[in-house]
């Protein structure tokens, strides 16, 4: 009897820590909440002169989503004059925390200038005309325009900071050169370029006129022998240069090479493979 009283006085102690322990704990998320979770609002410097109102706007756009597109001043002034002011302006919508400066026109000067400012209550609002959503800030006169003149961070210096509007680059495309040429067939070889500097096509580019190039107007251009040739970093496989001289060039899965052994007579034919190289990374010196 005894023993079963002692355990139930046990299991009742540990329930009750429990309870206690994530009262405690759920005490403390809620401060936590509360102090960093909350929408802030910031005053900052205008950078322009006139009826600037600059702020930033800090909330958690994960949690609550909204459009927000509109900044309202109201001034609450009951024992001054006006007794009550308003001034609100449309501006960009931004769905994520952002810093802006707003026109807002005569009647914001109007409503710092309003008798009896330091008795009054200012709030400011920052809401979303879509999504029916606002963001309340209420503070005194004094301290409203204390802030206002107290403030020394501009919008881009807020935007900086909280790394605002920081738009994503992407990597530029690859630059390939814009070739022209004319893709032909030559007999017994396959695909090929009709190039002036081929002798196969220099009938066809004789007599051309200004359009046939430097070899058009004279006959085919005198062959010659390559010392050496060699791919250079950057070969995109294109496979171009293997289908002109494959005696010469092998693409593989990543790049191309020169087959070892390959024959160097024909720099016609190497010529022809650099120049159908849209990157340009065939190189080939010719032997004196
Ligand atoms: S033509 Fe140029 S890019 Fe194309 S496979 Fe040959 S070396 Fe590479």
Same mark, same amino acid.
């Given at each position: 009897?005894?023993?079963?009283?002692? @355990?139930?006085?046990?299991?009742?102690?540990?329930?009750?820590?429990?309870?206690?322990?994530?009262?405690?704990?759920?005490?403390?998320?809620?401060?936590?909440?509360?102090? $960093?979770?909350?929408?802030?609002?910031?005053?900052?410097r205008?950078?322009?002169?006139?009826?600037?109102?600059? %702020?930033?706007?800090?909330?958690?756009?994960?949690?609550?989503?909204?459009?927000?597109?509109?900044?309202?001043?109201?001034? %609450?002034?009951?024992?001054?004059?006006?007794?009550?002011s308003?001034?609100?302006?449309?501006?960009?919508?931004?769905?994520n925390?952002?810093?802006?400066?707003?026109?807002?026109?005569?009647?914001?000067?109007?409503?710092?200038?309003?008798?009896? $400012?330091?008795?009054?209550?200012?709030q400011?609002?920052?809401?979303?005309?879509?999504?029916?959503?606002?963001?309340?800030f209420?503070?005194r006169?004094?301290? $409203?325009?204390?802030?206002?003149?107290?403030?020394?961070?501009?919008?881009?210096?807020?935007? @900086?900071?909280?790394?605002?509007?920081?738009?994503?680059?992407?990597?530029?495309p690859?630059?390939?050169?814009?070739?022209?040429?004319?893709?032909d067939?030559?007999?017994?070889?396959?695909?090929?370029?009709?190039?002036?500097?081929?002798?196969?096509?220099?009938?066809? $580019?004789?007599?051309?006129?200004?359009?046939?190039?430097?070899? @058009?107007?004279?006959?085919?251009?005198?062959?010659? @022998?390559?010392?050496?040739?060699?791919?250079?970093?950057?070969?995109?496989?294109?496979?171009?240069?293997?289908?002109?001289?494959?005696?010469?060039?092998?693409?593989?899965?990543?790049t191309c090479?020169?087959?070892?052994?390959?024959?160097?007579?024909?720099?016609l034919?190497?010529?022809?493979?650099?120049?159908a190289?849209?990157?340009?990374?065939?190189?080939?010196?010719?032997?004196?």
């Amino acid at each position: 009897m005894s023993t079963s009283i002692i @355990a139930m006085g046990v299991a009742g102690f540990v329930v009750i820590n429990l309870v206690i322990g994530l009262g405690l704990l759920s005490l403390g998320l809620g401060a936590f909440e509360t102090l $960093f979770g909350k929408p802030k609002l910031t005053l900052l410097r205008s950078t322009k002169s006139g009826n600037i109102f600059a %702020f930033g706007f800090r909330w958690n756009s994960a949690k609550e989503p909204a459009a927000i597109d509109t900044i309202r001043i109201r001034l %609450f002034n009951p024992f001054g004059s006006p007794t009550q002011s308003e001034v609100m302006k449309p501006f960009e919508v931004k769905k994520n925390s952002f810093g802006i400066e707003v026109d807002m026109g005569p009647g914001f000067i109007e409503l710092l200038g309003a008798k009896g $400012f330091d008795n009054a209550i200012v709030q400011v609002e920052v809401s979303s005309t879509k999504d029916g959503v606002a963001f309340q800030f209420d503070m005194r006169g004094p301290k $409203f325009k204390k802030l206002v003149a107290a403030a020394d961070e501009t919008v881009q210096g807020f935007s @900086a900071k909280y790394k605002l509007d920081v738009k994503k680059t992407s990597k530029p495309p690859i630059d390939i050169p814009i070739r022209s040429f004319i893709a032909d067939t030559v007999p017994g070889h396959g695909p090929s370029l009709k190039l002036a500097t081929n002798p196969v096509f220099a009938g066809e $580019f004789a007599g051309a006129g200004a359009t046939g190039g430097a070899a @058009a107007a004279g006959p085919a251009v005198e062959n010659f @022998a390559v010392l050496k040739v060699w791919i250079e970093p950057g070969c995109i496989v294109c496979n171009a240069c293997e289908d002109i001289y494959k005696e010469v060039f092998e693409v593989l899965a990543d790049t191309c090479i020169i087959r070892p052994g390959a024959p160097l007579h024909d720099g016609l034919k190497i010529q022809e493979s650099a120049e159908a190289c849209p990157v340009e990374v065939i190189k080939y010196t010719k032997a004196s």
